[in-house]
């Protein structure tokens, strides 16, 4: 099987060498041809992964027809981008596998990664791969486990198989919402945890924080039709355990800077931010209480301050847990 990942960043790059070095057929697209040709001739990403080489078998490419006519399709590219980009190039995906390897809401529709293939690649056969997993890790061959979930259940055990190695186990799961709202809603908890570390209120408060936002979690993703079981595994309260715990995290580094007050850097993709907002807004959830996404999101779009926020938390009415 020709196995394509779609999407030249960290993610990216790491998943295309973890597949690869177990003697898989790779190859890995961007559409910065300059950024492609110096990671062919260096064969490393600079860049994001300067320390993990690519093996012999990893082909890198920024023409998008040599990658597209691979059997299966890994789009690691950022959530608010995928829908354009799947509907660009939505007349070569049909009967492909395609995979969504980003995690987050699309904050125009507030809808899922499955949702937009499904919609702009009509007759593909869309998926989401997700969990705890850093680039660091992938690309220097740590083990790693994920889920993954595919409407066609034939078709996710079959990329089970194809995909799986002996530093990257994958788990199938029926729950293809609840995969993807595990691994977006979670950011939205890293989020505040950076914020509570970043301000100075304790490692106490942290873990407060990661379990009512764990619950928020639950509670959004059960009335949007996940499965309960769903956000206890790896694409849940495994991915949240990852990022709300270290800096390697996009989410919790972004939140650590709201915490001290310092300025994040714009060019890196923080899906948290779309995802707490996309949440303020969708119909399905406006009856719904969820005090930590509230607060993240306006928090991270300046709606009041960290300390307004916290004496909301701290002096809402009693109950029980």
């Known amino acids: 099987m020709k196995i394509a990942v779609l999407g030249s960043g960290a993610f990216g790059t790491a998943l295309a060498i973890s597949l690869s070095h177990v003697g898989k057929d790779v190859t890995l697209w961007g559409r910065d041809a300059q950024a492609i040709d110096e990671m062919k001739q260096k064969r490393v990403n600079r860049r994001y992964l300067p320390k993990?080489?690519?093996?012999?078998?990893?082909?890198?490419?920024?023409?998008?027809?040599?990658?597209?006519?691979a059997e299966t399709l890994l789009f690691a590219v950022p959530m608010q981008q995928l829908a354009?980009?799947?509907?660009?190039?939505?007349?070569?995906?049909?009967?492909?596998?395609?995979?969504?390897?980003?995690?987050?809401?699309?904050?125009?529709?507030?809808?899922?990664?499955?949702?937009l293939i499904e919609k702009h690649a009509e007759g593909s056969r869309a998926g989401i791969l997700s969990g705890p997993s850093f680039a660091r890790d992938l690309g220097a061959h740590l083990p790693t486990a994920l889920t993954l979930s595919c409407r066609?259940?034939?078709?996710?055990?079959?990329?089970?198989?194809?995909?799986?190695?002996?530093?990257?186990?994958l788990y199938t799961n029926e729950d293809m919402i609840g995969v993807e709202l595990?691994?977006?809603l979670k950011n939205v908890v890293a989020i505040g945890s950076g914020i509570c570390i970043g301000a100075g209120l304790g490692h106490s408060?942290?873990?407060?924080?990661?379990?009512?936002?764990?619950r928020d979690m639950c509670?959004?993703?059960?009335?949007?039709?996940?499965?309960?079981?769903?956000?206890?595994?790896?694409?849940?309260?495994g991915d949240l355990s990852l990022t709300c715990m270290s800096d390697l995290s996009r989410n919790f580094r972004y939140g650590e800077a709201l915490g001290q007050g310092n300025d994040f850097d714009a060019h890196i993709t923080v899906e948290g931010v779309s995802t707490a907002e996309a949440l303020q807004h969708h119909e399905a959830l406006k009856h719904l209480e969820m005090p930590i996404f509230r607060a993240v999101a306006n928090v991270a779009h300046g709606r009041c301050t960290i300390k307004e926020a916290t004496k909301v938390l701290m002096t809402r009415p009693q109950g029980e847990e």
């Open 84 to 115: 354009t980009i799947v509907q660009h190039y939505s007349p070569q995906l049909s009967g492909k596998n395609v995979i969504a390897c980003c995690k987050g809401l699309d904050i125009k529709t507030g809808v899922g990664p499955t949702a």
């Open 152 to 169: 066609d259940q034939a078709v996710g055990r079959l990329l089970q198989n194809a995909l799986s190695s002996h530093i990257l186990r």
């Open 205 to 214: 408060a942290r873990a407060a924080l990661m379990t009512r936002g764990f």
């Open 182 to 184: 595990g691994g977006a």
């Open 52 to 69: 993990a080489i690519f093996p012999k078998n990893l082909h890198v490419t920024s023409d998008s027809d040599h990658a597209l006519a």
């Open 219 to 237: 509670k959004v993703a059960t009335e949007l039709g996940a499965k309960i079981e769903t956000l206890t595994g790896l694409s849940g309260l």
